[in-house]
């Protein structure tokens, strides 16, 4: 598997805290990785650093071997980096299709008119919202907001989606169906970096986990194995056990 995305030694300050603290990692194509760390940890930091809604103070970003650091976010969403929300966003006004319609004009490939009508069809039905076309963000469920981000995000067509706490919330034969389709999106060739708090999910569905506490990497690799290390244990599931 070839690396996607690769990170090194990348901070991020706010005043004097230091939220994201030289951290290290690379994610394959069609790899799912999981970002798992206390309350605070840093994890929403990396993905708006990653994404370029917050600019690094130090370290390097690679994306398909080249690096992102200070490019706009509507551009690093063109690159091929598309993520979701923590909480959720949408366009109020649009329907569900015409904002699906919205993500696939402005994606990577700028699809129009038929095409794009069919693709955006495809995507929220993929999503599980093939129902809801014509409704407005205000009138669907909490779950169903989530649905629609997550098509937005495909829609871009990217490479490396990043998901913050896309799954937190769902019942559970909604989170049987949400890790299902995370699942297929890694299948396609999609990498995949996801930060969840319910480590069974983790379990279930990545293929690596990375965990963080105070800004810093304590620990990578297996899910079952880094799950059970000791600091691992004291940091995260001395407080999230319960999640
Ligand atoms: N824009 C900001 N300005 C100031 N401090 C911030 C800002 N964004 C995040 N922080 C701080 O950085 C630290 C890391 O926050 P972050 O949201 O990345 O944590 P998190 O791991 O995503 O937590 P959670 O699990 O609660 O979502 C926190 O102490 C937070 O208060
Ligand atoms: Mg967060």
């Not at 996607?4 to 901070?11: A, Q």
């Not at 708090?197 to 304590?218: F, K, P, S, Y």
């Amino acid at each position: 598997m070839s690396a996607v995305l690769e990170v090194d030694g990348l901070t991020r300050r706010f005043g004097g805290l230091v939220a994201v603290d030289g951290l290290g990692f690379s994610v394959a194509s069609g790899e799912i990785v999981g970002l798992v760390g206390p309350n605070g940890a840093g994890k929403s930091t990396v993905l708006n650093v990653l994404s370029g809604v917050v600019r690094p103070d130090a370290g390097s970003i690679a994306f398909l071997g080249k690096s992102i650091i200070g490019r706009a976010p509507d551009r690093i969403a063109r690159l091929g980096v598309a993520r979701t929300f923590q909480p959720a966003r949408s366009f109020a006004s649009l329907t569900c299709h015409d904002s699906v319609l919205t993500s696939l004009a402005f994606g990577r490939k700028r699809l129009w008119g038929r095409v794009a009508r069919d693709e955006a069809d495809r995507l929220l039905d993929r999503v599980g919202l093939g129902r809801a076309l014509d409704s407005l963000p205000g009138q669907l469920a909490y779950i169903d907001h989530k649905r629609l981000e997550l098509a937005r995000a495909l829609a871009l067509q990217p490479e490396l989606l990043l998901l913050d706490e896309w799954l937190a919330g769902f019942n559970p034969a909604e989170l049987e169906g949400g890790i299902g389709l995370i699942r297929s999106l890694g299948e396609q060739g999609i990498a995949v970096l996801l930060v969840e708090h319910v480590l069974e999910t983790i379990q279930a569905l990545c293929h690596r986990c990375l965990v963080m506490n105070t800004g810093r990497l304590i620990a990578s690799g297996l899910p079952a194995e880094v799950l059970a290390e000791p600091e691992v244990v004291r940091a995260y599931l001395g407080e999230e056990g319960d999640a």
